[in-house]
């Protein structure tokens, strides 16, 4: 018993130590990729699943969502006239990232000139 | 210090053998000036493939946001510069760079040049090589903070076979043309970004950020002149 707990206690000692990567990027280069190789609704979708899955993966890792990868997100719901979706997400990358702010800003600002031209 | 480093690099160009330098020693403005946000431009293609620019542009986010900087979305980067006209980075490479401070609020601007991508067959064999340079520019001062350029070349000269005589050879030139054909060019440029981006001192985010001016490995030949 008492050499189990040892042994235990030193694996997590052990997998403790190991760094944890700063960010969880998944599949993001292969599936961007697939986009620029074949511009399709179907691979830019599966990308979209892509971009999701990274933010989810993120925060049950507890990691920060890798920069830019809300705000690809949030201008891809733009595109497709999602305005509520595009404005959590791009909203997102602010608070993650505040060096964004000007940034994210004008594209909402874009975003909005696009709501009032479209309504 | 400096005085010291000055004598080397003259006399390594005598002896003409590879000097590597520290970041800190090679990097000093990026120290003093710490900048926490890149924006990456659309790279500058000076190779013989139109595919390298849209191909590579996939593969620079991970590894810069690693080394710890905040990097602004380059899809949407490349849109905006789009719409404004600006289909080629060559059209700004002169631009005043505070002007993108002005835009995009970014610290510093990280041009990259495709110098090769591409494909060379010669008497019984080909290969495939990749080369790029990175130029980052402080939107402050307009000054270069850190540079560097790495290469990366696959032998895809086809195997030996057992088929004697001339049938043999054009037997190891098909394969040739199909191994060189096959060579994927993306993955081998990450590992031209992985290798180069080694020598850049760690952003903000990196844990280890600020205390690695002494670590060593920079070639002095590849750093950009």
């Known amino acids: ?119 | 210090m400096v005085k010291n480093v000055i004598i080397i690099l003259s006399l390594t160009m005598f002896i003409g053998c590879a000097t590597t330098i520290t970041k800190g020693e090679a990097f000093p403005k990026m120290y003093k000036e710490k900048p926490l946000s890149i924006l990456v431009l659309p790279p500058i293609n000076q190779s013989t493939s139109p595919d390298a620019k849209e191909y590579y542009s996939t593969t620079i986010a991970e590894p810069l946001s690693l080394a710890g900087y905040y990097v602004f979305p380059i899809e949407i980067v490349n849109e905006v510069l789009k719409q404004e006209g600006i289909y080629d980075t060559e059209l700004i490479v002169d631009l005043d760079a505070s002007k993108f401070k002005e835009y995009f609020g970014a610290d510093a601007v990280l041009f990259t040049r495709i110098i090769q991508w591409n494909t060379s067959y010669y008497v019984v064999g080909g290969n495939v090589k990749v080369h790029i340079a990175f130029d980052l520019i402080s939107t402050d001062t307009g000054e270069v903070l850190w540079s560097y350029n790495g290469e990366l070349t696959v032998d895809t000269t086809g195997g030996g076979n057992n088929v004697g005589g001339a049938a043999g050879l054009l037997l190891q030139l098909a394969e040739t043309a199909v191994k060189t054909a096959a060579q994927d060019y993306t993955p081998m440029a990450k590992k031209v970004n992985t290798m180069v981006l080694t020598t850049i001192p760690f952003g903000f985010y990196h844990p280890q950020f600020g205390t690695d001016q002494s670590l060593t490995g920079v070639k002095v030949e590849n750093v950009n002149k």
Request: hydrophobic share 35%; charged share 25%; glycine share 6%.
């Open chain 1, 1 to 119: 018993m008492k050499n189990t707990t040892i042994i235990l206690l030193f694996i997590f000692l052990i997998v403790g130590c190991t760094p944890q990567p700063m960010y969880y990027w998944g599949d993001y280069s292969n599936s961007l990729y697939k986009v620029k190789k074949d511009a399709t609704p179907e691979t830019l979708d599966k990308h979209k699943i892509e971009l999701q899955e990274i933010i989810k993966k993120s925060n049950e890792r507890g990691l920060r969502v890798p920069p830019g990868i809300n705000a690809e997100l949030g201008y891809i719901f733009l595109l497709q006239a999602q305005y509520d979706q595009a404005m959590i997400y791009l909203n997102k990358e602010k608070s993650t990232y505040p060096e964004s702010t000007k940034f994210i800003d004008d594209l909402l600002q874009n975003l909005k000139e696009g709501e009032e031209n479209d309504g």
